[in-house]
């Protein structure tokens, strides 16, 4: 079945470091990829999301490629700040027929320090 | 504020017992999902309604059951409670049937604790 496994945090940055989360994904088809971002005491907010191999998504500063042949999603931003401390999921679900459930990974927990 | 609303935010009861979570998805929306999440098992789907209809099934146990009403609203109805129930409960809903670009928009959560 499908999976995706996601870096352990908890991750702890100093304001303006470099983040990269890595995600990979095992699937059966070709799946979109996504990251949801949780802040504390919220519900999940699309982060951004690539349909395609090749495709970049960005939002807010934050990127991740869809990487094929690695079967990867890695989340990357160039400057952390406060505000981004959450969790961060990435996941997969597929267009057209019935799977349109999300599989997420377990989340990764990015605190930022001032 | 994603416009999906769950209640009650904080639901603490025993083992043994039965509860109801509810779901009001966002104006228009026909899809709703319900997905659960725990420290062991991390984000998990449980099951999938549109327009009244069940649509799929995931990782949903025997004792919970759900159903969605004609004015959209969902429960999610868990009954003989185990302490490893105890997890937040959250309802996504989307437009149609959700595709790559439909998203899902999640509410805030149930926090279930079992005693």
């Known amino acids: 079945g499908d999976s995706v496994t996601q870096m352990e945090g908890p991750v702890t940055l100093s304001e303006e470091a470099f983040l990269t989360i890595n995600c990979t994904y095992t699937?059966?088809?070709?799946?979109?990829l996504f990251w949801y971002v949780q802040y504390p005491g919220e519900g999940l907010q699309l982060l951004l999301k690539a349909t395609k191999a090749d495709d970049k998504g960005s939002n807010k500063g934050f990127e991740a490629t869809y990487r094929k042949e690695t079967t990867s999603f890695h989340l990357e931003k160039g400057s952390v700040q406060v505000s981004d401390s959450a969790v961060y999921f990435c996941a997969l679900t597929y267009s057209g027929g019935s799977n349109y459930k999300l599989t997420f990974g377990k989340g990764t927990l990015l605190t930022v320090n001032p | 504020d994603s416009g999906v609303t769950q209640t009650p935010k904080h639901l603490i009861t025993a083992t043994g017992q039965r509860v109801t979570l509810r779901c009001s998805p966002r104006s228009g929306d026909l899809s709703v999902y319900w997905y659960q999440q725990s420290l062991d098992q991390g984000l998990q789907f449980l099951i999938q309604y549109y327009n009244g209809e069940e649509r799929a099934k995931g990782n949903i146990l025997e004792r919970f059951s759900a159903q969605q009403f004609p004015d959209l609203h969902s429960e999610l109805n868990l009954s003989s409670l185990e302490l490893g129930d105890s997890a937040l409960y959250f309802c996504?809903?989307?437009?149609?049937?959700?595709?790559?670009?439909?998203?899902?928009?999640f509410g805030p959560g149930t926090r279930l604790t079992v005693l």
């Open positions: 996504a809903s989307s437009g149609l049937l959700a595709g790559v670009d439909n998203e899902q928009f």
């Open positions: 699937a059966t088809g070709y799946p979109s």
